[in-house]
T-cell receptor, first 115, second 116 residues
Framework: GENVEQHPSTLSVQEGDSAVIKCTYS??????FPWYKQELGKRPQLIID?????GEKKDQRIAVTLNKTAKHFSLHITETQPEDSAVYFC??????????????FGSGTRLQVQP | NAGVMQNPRHLVRRRGQEARLRCSPMKGHSHVYWYRQLPEEGLKFMVYLQKENIIDESGMPKERFSAEFPKEGPSILRIQQVVRGDSAAYFC??????????????FGSGTQLSVL
């Protein structure tokens, strides 16, 4: 089955700096890669996603890049703010061909933005 | 649109009791997923259901755990004879995209199960 590795497990940045979180996946059939943000004690919330037919997607201060050849994708947050502090999860879809349509999640990155 | 509703938010059970967790998907969604999250860990897939069908239960333990999504009413995750190791947050998610393999999942607020 799909295996998603996520790094780093913790990340501390100064307010205004950029943060980068990286993920790799194992199943070359995966074709959908969302990112979720989870604040303490709350539900995971979708913040951005990318499909396999594009290499980059941007939404204000958040961008995601995908390298299908290398099977890795990254989340970039620019001009970080204290409210960006949370745990971020990457995920990959195992694809319709396997009969499974669930997402496989990475282990999470705890981002701390220091004011 | 009320979003994905889970109840209860917190559930305390003694070892050996049964736990029943409920999930109502977003309006218009017919796909439900259950995930388990241990403290400081990621979300582990348990089971994927459509109405009256279990599509994929490969992440769910064979013993003591079961799930259903009846034609009417919420999806239920049932854990029989709970043990301390079952203590975790259980999240339900729903989606509306059938058969694409590219599901936007929307999560509920979770049920925190504590086994004494």
């Amino acid at each position: 089955g799909e295996n998603v590795e996520q790094h780093p497990s913790t990340l501390s940045v100064q307010e205004g700096d950029s943060a980068v979180i990286k993920c790799t996946y194992s199943d070359s059939a995966s074709n959908y890669f969302p990112w979720y943000k989870q604040e303490l004690g709350k539900r995971p919330q979708l913040i951005i996603d990318i499909r396999s037919n594009v290499g980059e997607k941007k939404d204000q201060r958040i961008a995601v890049t995908l390298n299908k050849t290398a099977k890795h994708f990254s989340l970039h947050i620019t001009e970080t703010q204290p409210e960006d502090s949370a745990v971020y999860f990457c995920a990959a879809s195992t694809g319709r061909n396997t009969g499974r349509r669930a997402l496989t999640f990475g282990s999470g990155t705890r981002l701390q933005v220091q004011p | 649109n009320a979003g994905v509703m889970q109840n209860p938010r917190h559930l305390v059970r003694r070892r050996g009791q049964e736990a029943r967790l409920r999930c109502s998907p977003m309006k218009g969604h017919s796909h439900v997923y259950w995930y388990r999250q241990l403290p400081e860990e990621g979300l582990k897939f348990m089971v994927y259901l459509q109405k009256e069908n279990i599509i994929d239960e490969s992440g769910m333990p064979k013993e003591r755990f079961s799930a259903e999504f009846p034609k009417e009413g919420p999806s239920i995750l049932r854990i029989q004879q709970v043990v301390r190791g079952d203590s975790a947050a259980y999240f339900c998610a729903s989606s509306s995209s059938p058969g694409t393999g590219e599901e936007k999942l929307f999560f509920g607020s979770g049920t925190q199960l504590s086994v004494l």
